[in-house]
């Protein structure tokens, strides 16, 4: 621990457990104060789906601490689906947190930062946005558009100081993932753990990734901006 984040503001969405949780304690670790933000289970009730309470909750934020540099769109959820079986209200009712939630949090973001001369936005992605991804496809979908929206947001934010990155992370090890583990397994025919072994090696941690978005939200990673980190293990580096 270096203390690389002293001084700074951070504001992480669906924190109470998961990434959300072990980004919270590594940028905190670092110095940084963290304003953790969830729809249950933090000081902070943020729903992303609100647009008034995004807006309310990042403007506080940066007014009582004089300044925002790091804002973590996190909050997602998952289910599994064939597209042909998935219900256009099962479609909007994933698309309102995972792409819409990180369009308004990643907007509010810009809109505090940009005017104070600077900041990183960091939308929690997936590889699972950059391979078609069978019984997962809303999701997948989501998480393309989040990519592509940060890529685009980097672009119209460069001359303000303002860095927007995406992070794929392939499967890790969270409440989401066990929640879903029996039900992916059954519609495969297979343990979901096998295959994550085969493709990944293993399953990735939550500060593993953590690591890779302190990087992101500090000064060493000043270059970096519209892109899409992976980390998987090698997972979508493999032909087979
Ligand atoms: N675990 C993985 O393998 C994996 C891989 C790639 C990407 N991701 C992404 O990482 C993010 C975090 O996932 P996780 O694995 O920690 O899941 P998780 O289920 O452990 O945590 C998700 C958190 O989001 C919160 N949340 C749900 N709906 C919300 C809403 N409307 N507003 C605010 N918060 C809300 C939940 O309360 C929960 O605390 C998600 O965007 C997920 O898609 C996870």
Redesign the pocket.
Same mark, same amino acid.
């Given at each position: 621990m270096s203390g690389e984040l002293e001084g700074r503001v951070a504001l992480v969405? *669906?924190? @109470?457990?998961?990434?959300?949780?072990?980004v919270s304690d590594a940028l905190a670790s670092e110095g940084a104060t963290v304003v953790r933000?969830?729809?249950?289970?933090t000081d902070v009730t943020?729903?992303?789906?609100d647009e008034a309470q995004v807006k309310q909750v990042i403007a506080d934020t940066a007014e009582q601490h004089g300044r925002l540099d790091v804002v973590v769109a996190?909050? *997602?959820? @998952?289910f599994v689906k064939p597209l042909t079986e998935t219900s256009l209200a099962d479609w909007r009712g994933l698309m309102?947190?995972?792409l819409d939630?990180v369009f308004l949090t990643a907007r509010e973001a810009a809109i505090q930062m940009a005017p104070r001369g600077g900041g990183s936005i960091i939308n929690?992605?997936?590889?699972?946005g950059l391979r078609g991804s069978p019984l997962i496809g809303t999701?997948a979908a989501a998480?393309a558009g989040v990519i592509s929206l940060s890529k685009t947001l980097a672009l119209e934010l460069r001359d303000h100081g303002v860095r927007v990155n995406a992070?794929?992370?392939?499967?890790?090890?969270?409440?989401?993932?066990r929640?879903h583990a029996d039900e992916l397994s059954a519609a495969i025919g297979m343990p979901i753990e096998d295959v994550i072994n085969a493709k990944q090696g293993r399953m990735?941690t939550?500060e593993e990734?953590a690591r890779l978005v302190l990087f992101l939200a500090s000064d060493r990673s000043r270059f970096s901006t519209a892109e899409a980190f992976v980390l998987d293990g090698g997972s979508t580096g493999a032909l087979v």
């Open positions: 969405t *669906g924190a @109470a457990q998961g990434l959300g949780a072990a933000t969830d729809i249950q289970g943020l729903d992303v789906r996190n909050a *997602g959820v @998952a309102e947190i995972n939630g929690m992605a997936s590889i699972t999701y998480k992070v794929c992370p392939g499967f890790i090890d969270t409440q989401l993932v929640d990735g939550a990734v």
